[in-house]
């Protein structure tokens, strides 16, 4: 079984910068990848970013260029760096974790951290 707890959310005005962290603890050798999704009211959740036990990234286009996502894999630990925040960046954002191949698919979800930015 894995767990994944994700921090560092909360309110930041347009344009600044938050960083989200997400300790992942359990049974971690069957886990392929890890990634940051979001949801917003009324919306579906999206998966933001991707990165593989190899260290390989993947973004959605809405946050490229903008979003970074890194890991430490000796202290099973994950984060989405975040610049240049937007009003429409406001969500719920999930660490998540991939057991299966292909990438993109994850199967294991944190409980969610607040993001909200105001414009």
């Known amino acids: 079984q894995v767990q994944l707890v994700e921090s560092g959310g909360g309110l930041v005005q347009a344009g600044g910068s938050l960083r989200l962290s997400c300790a992942a603890s359990g049974n971690l050798f069957s886990i392929v990848a890890m990634g940051w999704s979001r949801q917003a009211p009324g919306k579906q959740r999206e998966l933001v970013a991707t990165i593989t036990n190899g260290g390989r990234t993947n973004y959605a286009d809405s946050v490229k260029g903008r979003f970074t996502i890194s890991r430490d894999n000796a202290k099973n630990t994950v984060w989405l760096q975040m610049n240049s925040l937007k009003a429409d960046d406001t969500a719920v954002y999930y660490c998540?974790?991939?057991?299966?191949?292909?990438?993109?698919?994850?199967?294991?979800w944190g409980q969610g951290t607040q993001v909200t930015v105001a414009s």
């Open positions: 998540n974790a991939d057991r299966f191949l292909p990438y993109g698919n994850p199967d294991i």
